[in-house]
């Protein structure tokens, strides 16, 4: 891994670029002469390669000064803007961060995530609303919120919103239950079934109610609730059948403990975003908890896909 270039030694090195004269450079730099010149002599020994050509009248740009000249205005315009965003959350302090999410979004991509982020500001104070995406969606547009992570039905929701994964539901079942024995799901008779399902006031529940319908079957819930955790749980005591994406399972279907079958012949896929309110940017922090989030989500879902 190379070192990273000195900012300090890329500013003098553009100035000179730009006058063509270390002696002017200096005077613009307020610098003496002697400390520029060593500043471009460490900078080419880094670089390993020269930068000028030089004699005894005047300086020019070689092939590799010229390629770097075309990068240093805008490596320098990095520079600052990190360290306008680093400044602005220097006095963070006490702040809160209000994330709003889902019951699978706080139980499996929040806390990771959060992990990471309070390693870079422990004294951000973080506040977490769970709820359906319907409600997220509300909490968000209400200001309730500075980012709500949540499955929705498009990831094209505007400039808003992050797009961060994409994941599939799929019938959950204990491994003594017929359709495991049988090594495969049967949706005709689903009416038979006993569907354990999340909330019906949520997304996830239209999204596999309009589904079923689709294939002329009306979903009849036979227990509701908002946790996955529970849902597991649930199916483990043979109680009933889940619906949950394959990811939210993984540990009990390679423990022998759930088995996983797809819903039809179609696949039934949710999209997951981070939206923020559309009257205000992302800041710094929730740029990173978003990136955080996003690498989460789809280390998660990717897992599933080999």
Same mark, same amino acid.
């Given at each position: 891994?190379?070192?990273?270039?000195?900012?300090?030694?890329?500013?003098?090195?553009?100035?000179?670029?730009?006058?063509r004269?270390?002696?002017?450079?200096?005077?613009?730099?307020?610098? =003496?002469?002697?400390?520029v010149?060593?500043?471009?002599?460490?900078?080419?020994?880094?670089?390993?390669?020269?930068?000028?050509?030089?004699? =005894?009248?005047?300086?020019?740009?070689?092939?590799?000064?010229?390629?770097l000249?075309?990068h240093?205005?805008d490596?320098?315009?990095?520079?600052?803007?990190?360290?306008?965003?680093?400044?602005?959350?220097?006095?963070?302090?006490q702040?809160?961060?209000?994330?709003?999410?889902?019951?699978?979004?706080?139980q499996?991509?929040?806390?990771?995530?959060?992990?990471?982020?309070k390693?870079?500001?422990?004294?951000?104070?973080?506040?977490?609303?769970?709820?359906?995406?319907?409600?997220m969606?509300?909490?968000?547009?209400?200001?309730?919120?500075?980012?709500?992570?949540?499955?929705?039905?498009?990831?094209?929701?505007?400039?808003?919103?992050?797009?961060?994964?994409?994941?599939?539901?799929?019938?959950?079942?204990?491994?003594?239950?017929?359709?495991?024995?049988?090594?495969?799901?049967?949706?005709?008779?689903?009416?038979?079934?006993?569907?354990?399902?999340?909330?019906?006031?949520g997304?996830?529940?239209?999204?596999?109610?309009?589904?079923?319908?689709?294939?002329? =079957?009306?979903?009849?819930?036979f227990?509701?609730?908002?946790?996955?955790?529970?849902?597991?749980?649930?199916?483990?005591?043979?109680?009933?059948?889940?619906?949950?994406?394959?990811?939210?399972?993984?540990?009990?279907?390679?423990?022998?403990?759930?088995? =996983?079958?797809?819903?039809?012949?179609?696949?039934?896929k949710?999209?997951?975003?981070?939206?923020?309110?559309?009257?205000?940017?992302?800041?710094?922090?929730?740029?990173?908890?978003?990136?955080?989030?996003?690498?989460?989500?789809?280390?998660?879902?990717?897992?599933?896909?080999?």
């Amino acid at each position: 891994m190379h070192d990273p270039l000195d900012a300090r030694q890329l500013l003098n090195f553009l100035e000179i670029a730009n006058v063509r004269s270390i002696r002017k450079a200096a005077k613009n730099l307020n610098l =003496t002469t002697s400390a520029v010149s060593h500043s471009l002599k460490r900078l080419e020994e880094d670089l390993g390669c020269r930068l000028f050509d030089r004699d =005894t009248r005047k300086i020019s740009l070689t092939y590799a000064g010229q390629r770097l000249m075309a990068h240093a205005d805008d490596l320098l315009g990095n520079l600052t803007s990190v360290r306008s965003l680093v400044s602005e959350w220097s006095e963070f302090g006490q702040k809160i961060l209000r994330i709003g999410a889902t019951s699978a979004a706080c139980q499996y991509i929040i806390p990771v995530a959060l992990r990471e982020l309070k390693e870079s500001f422990p004294n951000v104070n973080i506040q977490i609303t769970q709820g359906t995406s319907y409600q997220m969606v509300n909490a968000v547009e209400e200001n309730k919120v500075d980012i709500a992570i949540y499955p929705s039905r498009s990831l094209a929701l505007g400039n808003n919103s992050v797009p961060i994964g994409t994941d599939t539901l799929q019938f959950i079942v204990n491994p003594l239950h017929p359709w495991a024995q049988a090594g495969k799901s049967d949706l005709s008779k689903i009416n038979v079934e006993r569907v354990i399902v999340p909330d019906s006031q949520g997304y996830t529940y239209d999204l596999v109610d309009e589904y079923f319908r689709n294939y002329n =079957t009306t979903l009849t819930p036979f227990i509701e609730i908002s946790n996955e955790e529970v849902i597991k749980k649930l199916v483990e005591l043979n109680i009933g059948i889940g619906i949950l994406p394959k990811w939210v399972v993984k540990k009990e279907e390679k423990a022998g403990t759930l088995r =996983t079958f797809p819903l039809g012949r179609r696949q039934l896929k949710r999209h997951w975003i981070v939206a923020h309110p559309k009257n205000k940017e992302l800041n710094f922090v929730e740029s990173i908890f978003t990136g955080l989030a996003k690498s989460v989500a789809q280390s998660l879902f990717i897992d599933m896909l080999h």
